[in-house]
C-alpha cells in the first residue's frame, strides 16, 4: 500500500491534544471514585473544559471508557500470550483470569461496559474484548489439550465467568472475589465419568 492509499491520521493541535489528555486523566479519577455511571459533565468540569468540548473527544460514554480501556486490554491480551510459555497451563490459566478480574474492576460497573462491548460488534471496545477472549482461548486449549479442564468450556464461558467474578466482587469485596474465582477455576476441572 502507497502512502497515498494510507488515510492520514487527524494530528490533534497542542491544546487539543492537552485537552483530551486531561479528559482521560480525570475519567479514569471519576469512574475509579464514582463508577462508569459517574457525570460526564463533572468529568469536563475536574478536566477545565466545556461539556462540548468532551463530547467533541469523546461523542458518547462507551467512547470515553473505550479510550481509557483499551491499551490496559492490549496488556491483558499481552499477559495471556505470555503466559502461554508457562509450566503449569492450569496455573497459568488462573494467573490470567485473576489478572482479567483485577483489571476489569478497576472501574465500578466495567465489568456490564465489557460484557455490553463484547456484544457490540461496532463498538471498538469489541474488538479489544475479543483480543482478551482470544488471550484467554490460548490458556484455555492449553489447559484443556493437558487434560487439567473440562472440554466443553468455551472462551466465551470463561470471559463471562471472569466478568461475573468481577462483578461479584464489585458488589460485596475483593475477597469474595477472589473466592468465587477459585470456586470458577474448580468448576473447569474435567467431570469425572459415571
Known amino acids: 500500500m502507497g502512502m497515498d492509499e494510507v488515510a492520514p491520521r487527524r494530528r490533534l493541535r497542542a491544546d487539543a491534544r492537552r485537552n483530551r489528555e486531561r479528559l482521560l486523566a480525570e475519567a479514569a479519577a471519576v469512574f475509579s471514585e464514582r463508577g462508569t455511571e459517574a457525570s460526564l459533565e463533572d468529568i469536563a468540569r475536574r478536566a477545565g473544559v466545556a461539556i462540548g468540548t468532551l463530547y467533541g473527544h469523546f461523542p458518547t460514554r462507551q467512547a470515553l471508557l473505550e479510550a481509557l480501556m483499551c491499551e490496559r486490554m492490549r496488556s491483558l491480551s499481552d499477559t495471556g500470550r505470555e503466559l502461554l510459555d508457562h509450566a503449569s497451563p492450569k496455573e497459568a490459566l488462573t494467573i490470567w483470569a485473576r489478572a482479567a478480574v483485577a483489571h476489569t474492576t478497576v472501574y465500578r460497573g466495567l465489568a456490564t461496559s465489557l460484557m455490553q462491548g463484547m456484544e457490540d460488534e461496532d463498538s471498538a471496545l469489541h474488538a479489544a474484548c475479543q483480543a482478551v477472549t482470544a488471550a484467554g482461548a490460548g490458556?484455555?486449549?492449553?489447559?484443556q489439550e493437558s487434560g487439567l479442564l473440562r472440554d466443553d468450556a468455551t472462551a466465551f464461558d470463561l470471559f463471562t465467568?471472569?466478568?461475573?467474578?468481577?462483578?461479584?466482587?464489585e458488589q460485596t469485596s475483593p475477597q469474595q472475589g477472589e473466592r468465587l474465582l477459585r470456586f470458577v477455576m474448580d468448576g473447569l476441572r474435567p467431570v469425572a465419568e459415571e
Open 139 to 143: 490458556l484455555l486449549a492449553r489447559a
Open 161 to 169: 465467568l471472569v466478568n461475573a467474578v468481577a462483578w461479584a466482587g
